[in-house]
């Protein structure tokens, strides 16, 4: 009685984690679709080291971002997302870069990697649908 018991308590727990895991899968496929992204999986760039100061978000949409006027040239942190890799360029277009791959959690203080200053655009994208392991 008490193995059926516990078995049926098992395949419930299965049976629920597979349906969670099934409708955030068919949210993000969704939000993909249709451009959105919650800010907890956009990037963020800041003008100020420490992540502060004037703030910008970049949707991990595989497209060049120029950063807006008062923000270009003038990046000094970066809070990157799990799944997301961002690329920093020095032009406006993505064609010269200045900093590849960067990752969860990101950095904020760029001074540390000698790039502050100096961004004009970014490229970041969604890395979970890569197949990287």
Same mark, same amino acid.
């Given at each position: 009685?008490?193995? $059926?018991? %516990?078995?049926? +308590?098992?395949? %419930?727990? !299965?049976?629920?984690?597979?349906? !969670?895991?099934?409708?955030?899968?068919?949210? &993000? &496929?969704?939000? /993909?679709? =249709?451009?959105?992204?919650?800010?907890?999986?956009?990037?963020?760039?800041?003008?100020?080291? /420490? #992540?502060?100061?004037?703030?910008? =978000?970049?949707?991990?949409?595989?497209?060049?971002?120029?950063?807006? +006027?008062?923000?270009? +040239?003038?990046?000094?942190?970066?809070?990157?997302?799990?799944?997301? !890799?961002?690329?920093?360029?020095?032009?406006?277009?993505?064609?010269?870069?200045?900093?590849?791959?960067?990752?969860?959690? +990101?950095? #904020?203080?760029?001074?540390?990697?000698?790039?502050?200053? $100096?961004?004009?655009?970014? &490229? #970041?994208?969604?890395?979970?649908?890569?197949?990287?392991?």
């Amino acid at each position: 009685m008490r193995f $059926q018991v %516990f078995a049926t +308590g098992a395949m %419930f727990s !299965v049976a629920v984690n597979a349906l !969670v895991l099934e409708k955030a899968s068919a949210a &993000h &496929h969704l939000e /993909r679709m =249709t451009g959105r992204f919650p800010n907890s999986q956009q990037a963020t760039v800041y003008s100020e080291e /420490r #992540c502060k100061g004037k703030a910008y =978000t970049i949707k991990p949409d595989g497209k060049c971002t120029l950063l807006p +006027g008062d923000l270009t +040239g003038k990046i000094n942190g970066a809070m990157v997302p799990e799944g997301v !890799v961002c690329d920093f360029y020095i032009d406006k277009k993505c064609n010269e870069p200045l900093w590849i791959g960067m990752e969860d959690p +990101g950095t #904020c203080n760029f001074s540390e990697l000698e790039i502050g200053n $100096q961004a004009k655009s970014v &490229h #970041c994208y969604d890395d979970t649908e890569r197949g990287e392991v």
